[in-house]
């Protein structure tokens, strides 16, 4: 069955720390990977895409990894703000279709 | 370029009663997708269309309908609501297929049915 499994469920760090949140799937075959943010009531908002060949993505303070072998992908936030506080979705597709699975999110607070 | 826009925001709905979520995209986006987002749960899709006139299930469809006329606009169509259709409905679109482009998301709809 394709899954799309994440942890921490939630996460409370410092204002200005780093933090990485990590994601398991069991998504095949294998066609890209995505995070999202999303901001209460709101909603997602892509922050990267990697395919099998892309092992590492940044988006400003937001830098993804992705383990094809081992099917982990690890969003690593640096120097957080407050503004990062937010739930953050890991998204896998099966195939370059319409089937996206998607994890139930990691929520982050930042706080001062 | 105001994206993907949804209508209402929030709806209190009777059990029975009926209604029409609203969804309209301005970036002449093929394909558009309805999602539910239940509490502590991920995004589940509920049908999806690729273009205009054309429509289909997703994985979780009963109790929903679609339609497609235009290229902008993509309603979902509760006919007779259920406590457990309370719950937060996004609508989504991309220019190609979702699998492989960028998707779009709208602010949501708060639906609860009591």
């Known amino acids: 069955k394709n899954q799309v499994e994440q942890s921490p469920q939630s996460l409370i760090i410092l204002e200005g720390k780093n933090c990485t949140l990590q994601?398991?799937?069991?998504?095949?075959?294998?066609?890209?990977l995505r995070w999202y943010k999303q901001d209460t009531g709101r909603g997602p908002v892509s922050l990267t895409i990697?395919?099998?060949?892309?092992n590492t993505k940044s988006n400003g303070r937001y830098t993804a990894t992705l383990d094809a072998d081992t099917k982990q992908s690890s969003l690593h936030i640096t120097a957080s703000q407050l503004s990062d506080s937010a739930s953050y979705i890991c998204?896998?597709?099966?195939?370059?279709?319409?089937?996206?699975?998607f994890g139930k999110g990691t929520t982050l607070s930042v706080s001062s | 370029n105001a994206g993907v826009t949804q209508t209402p925001k929030f709806r209190i709905l009777k059990i029975g009663q009926s209604m029409t979520l609203q969804c309209t995209q301005d970036?002449?986006?093929?394909?558009m997708y309805w999602y539910r987002q239940d509490p502590g749960m991920g995004l589940k899709l509920i049908y999806y269309?690729?273009?205009?006139?054309?429509?289909d299930k997703g994985e979780v469809p009963n109790g929903y309908n679609v339609s497609r006329s235009t290229t902008e606009d993509f309603p979902l169509r509760l006919e007779l609501a259920a406590p457990s259709q309370t719950s937060v409905y996004f609508c989504?679109?991309?220019?190609?297929?979702?699998?492989?482009?960028?998707?779009?998301f709208g602010p949501g709809t708060r639906l609860t049915v009591t």
């Open positions: 970036m002449n986006h093929n394909y």
């Open positions: 998204v896998v597709s099966a195939k370059a279709g319409t089937a996206l699975i």
């Open positions: 994601c398991n799937y069991t998504v095949s075959p294998f066609s890209n």
């Open positions: 990697m395919t099998f060949s892309e």
């Open positions: 269309s690729v273009g205009a006139g054309i429509t």
């Open positions: 989504a679109s991309t220019h190609r297929s979702a699998g492989g482009h960028e998707q779009y």
